[in-house]
């Protein structure tokens, strides 16, 4: 079969398995080619497939070697460019003194090692307009690596893709015939070998979902007890239905959410550590989310109690076990709670404008997931986003009045003023959570555009809701907001004091 040989330019899905940027598509007759390419246990045990089949090891080998060496040609011509490939990073080729970039990206990245060399895998010297690219995969356990090969310009300020290869790796997936083998010229790839997973069970009736979204009902508007009494119901109801038993289980991760709202970290993190094992036990066929959920959960935990370096990990572990998913409520719930991390050091200690655009992308995503998906049929997520845009843009945190000595650009008031305009619409379906968060974040934009009057009243809009609903953590910020604002109040009613030599 007579064809070119490398992948086709292709873009991943928008679950974002390989990061792309803002690109345009650049004209250039220049394309990728790969001359040569080996794959090999990096221990030197035995050979495990063929190069970029399905790999499935059953030897104790830690990392999985995929070696080509790369080079440029002409598109339409097929013949090989004369150039020079200098190395700028591992994972980075500079082309004729940087007039085009070569990257190689590997995802998922954890335990991922990249590298460039001038000599093969045989050891022999390679001319200068060739380079042997080296990724390092682990194969501990099963997992899915997409990776890129991109050939980048920049063109009017902007970078332009001039080609790209795109591949998938499998290791140690279960089963067989979940993915379509092709082979182009020397190189072998695969179309995205397996399906996303979806949620199974009871979990994909509409029926349990109306169960579920009752019991969030109940915790976003303070209702505990009763939480708590119908929680009790269910799990004796289930006791001699198993398939019911991952329902029970996300209740009671939902039930964990209740808590942190409450600000009872430890019993929250408690109730989801319970999830976990009821799973385990009952061979739960939505465990992978129930996990995932509970990391989610203890990441939340860490970030209200100010760890950030601590729910930064528990989030790590919750984006691999979501990987293979779907977008769902719970993936968008884990993406969410990445964004509020940015949001909490914006009010702080400060973030720069590359991290405040990537919280921006993790929120947008998070909203991307939930619309994504159609068994929550609440208004729950969008409002949470809106919220930490709120505060990720006037750098001010619910649990506390806004650092008057940090400033805010104009810019950044003006956006926040357009999602609190864009709030009010959602405003009347949304729990008693979600509008005291918003009047705190309202109330933070009238301090920073010095509206002593509005702020005020918004404040102490959040200060009621708060305590009717016993948010805690919500009052005490409303709290410091009315406390502030009153004492703006004060110096601004004060009489001018006049100097003595004026007098």
């Not at 007579?2 to 330019?9: A, E, F, I, S, T």
């Not at 790969?34 to 221990?43: F, L, R």
């Not at 129930?290 to 760890?307: K, L, P």
């Not at 709030?423 to 729990?431: A, I, K, N, Q």
Request: charge should be positive.
């Amino acid at each position: 079969m007579d064809m070119d040989n490398r992948v086709l330019p292709r873009s991943m899905n928008a679950e974002g398995n390989v990061a792309t940027t803002d690109t345009i598509t650049s004209q250039e007759d220049i394309a990728l080619c790969v001359i040569q390419h080996s794959c090999y246990p990096h221990d030197n045990g035995q050979n495990i497939a063929t190069p970029w089949q399905r790999y499935r090891v059953h030897q104790q080998s830690t990392l999985l070697n995929l070696s080509f060496v790369i080079t440029l040609m002409s598109k339409y011509s097929q013949e090989i460019w004369i150039s020079d490939l200098t190395p700028s990073r591992p994972n980075e080729l500079a082309v004729n003194n940087g007039a085009y970039r070569m990257i190689l990206k590997a995802y998922p990245s954890r335990g991922v090692v990249i590298s460039n060399s001038s000599v093969d895998c045989r050891g022999r010297p390679l001319p200068p307009y060739a380079r042997l690219l080296t990724i390092l995969l682990p194969t501990g356990g099963p997992n899915i690596y997409n990776a890129t090969v991109q050939l980048t310009e920049e063109l009017e300020g902007r970078v332009a893709v001039c080609d790209e290869i795109v591949f998938t790796v499998t290791i140690n997936l279960p089963g067989g015939n979940q993915g379509h083998y092709h082979q182009n010229g020397k190189v072998f790839y695969i179309e995205y070998p397996l399906p996303k997973l979806k949620l199974a069970g009871v979990l994909k009736h509409p029926y349990a979902w109306d169960i579920i979204m009752r019991f969030e009902n109940l915790s976003d508007n303070g209702q505990y007890l009763l939480y708590r009494r119908h929680r009790k119901s269910l799990e004796k109801w289930a006791k001699t239905r198993p398939q019911y038993q991952d329902l029970v289980a996300m209740v009671l991760n939902e039930e964990g959410v209740a808590c942190l709202i409450r600000h009872r970290l430890k019993e929250g993190v408690n109730l989801a550590k319970k999830a976990c094992p009821l799973s385990s036990f009952h061979n739960c066929v939505n465990d992978r989310t129930i996990r995932g959920y509970a990391s989610a959960v203890y990441a939340a935990a860490e970030r209200f109690g100010g760890n950030q370096d601590g729910a930064k990990q528990h989030l790590q572990d919750a984006l691999e076990i979501f990987d293979p998913m779907e977008p769902s409520s719970y993936t968008s719930i884990t993406l969410y709670n990445v964004g509020a991390i940015a949001m909490e050091r914006s009010a702080t200690v400060g973030v720069s404008n590359s991290e405040e655009k990537e919280a921006e992308s993790f929120l947008q995503k998070a909203a991307m997931h939930w619309n994504h998906q159609s068994l929550n049929k609440t208004a729950r997520m969008l409002p949470r986003v809106y919220n930490r845009l709120i505060g990720l843009y006037l750098k001010s945190s619910p649990n506390s009045a806004p650092n008057l000595n940090v400033t805010v650009s104009q810019d950044n008031l003006r956006r926040a003023g357009e999602v609190i305009r864009r709030f009010g619409v959602l405003l009347p379906e949304c729990s008693k959570w979600m509008k005291s968060t918003f009047y705190l974040g309202k109330a933070d934009h009238w301090i920073r555009t010095r509206d002593i009057d509005n702020g005020l009243r918004a404040a102490q809009q959040a200060l009621d809701i708060s305590r009717q609903s016993g948010l805690q953590r919500e009052a005490a910020g409303a709290t410091s907001r009315v406390n502030l604002l009153r004492e703006l109040d004060d110096l601004r009613r004060r009489p001018p004091i006049v100097p003595d030599c004026m007098s």
